[in-house]
């Protein structure tokens, strides 16, 4: 089984900066795709940004060009650098890995709360 551990959630002000990281420890598997959901209060999860272990990256319309997918593949870490935040950002980051190819499964952290004050 994997575990994926999230860091760096917290309170920011508009316009202000975040990096999120999570580690990924246990059974991991390769080629892999890592990334970031997120969840507001009374909205659906949604994703943020993926990254292959190839390296291909995808990310959400609403967080183009302000934040930043990275992964250190040594590590088994990905980060999530969030810059230019918006108090529509606020929401529980969730990490995700899964198969790549997807076979069906994802796995998930526990969470962890960006909150940006106007």
């Known amino acids: 089984q994997v575990q994926l551990v999230e860091s760096g959630g917290g309170l920011v002000q508009a316009g202000g900066s975040l990096i999120l990281s999570c580690q990924a420890s246990?059974?991991?598997?390769?080629?892999?795709?890592m990334g970031w959901y997120r969840q507001a209060p009374g909205k659906q999860r949604e994703l943020v940004a993926l990254?292959?272990?190839?390296?291909?990256?995808n990310y959400a319309d609403s967080v183009k060009g302000r934040f930043t997918i990275s992964r250190d593949n040594a590590k088994n870490t990905v980060y999530l650098q969030m810059n230019s935040l918006k108090p529509e950002d606020t929401a529980v980051y969730y990490c995700?890995?899964?198969?790549?190819?997807?076979?069906?499964?994802?796995?998930w952290g526990k969470g962890t709360l960006v909150t940006v004050s106007s």
């Open positions: 990254m292959s272990s190839g390296g291909i990256t």
């Open positions: 995700n890995t899964k198969r790549r190819p997807w076979d069906g499964i994802d796995y």
């Open positions: 246990g059974s991991i598997f390769w080629p892999n795709t």
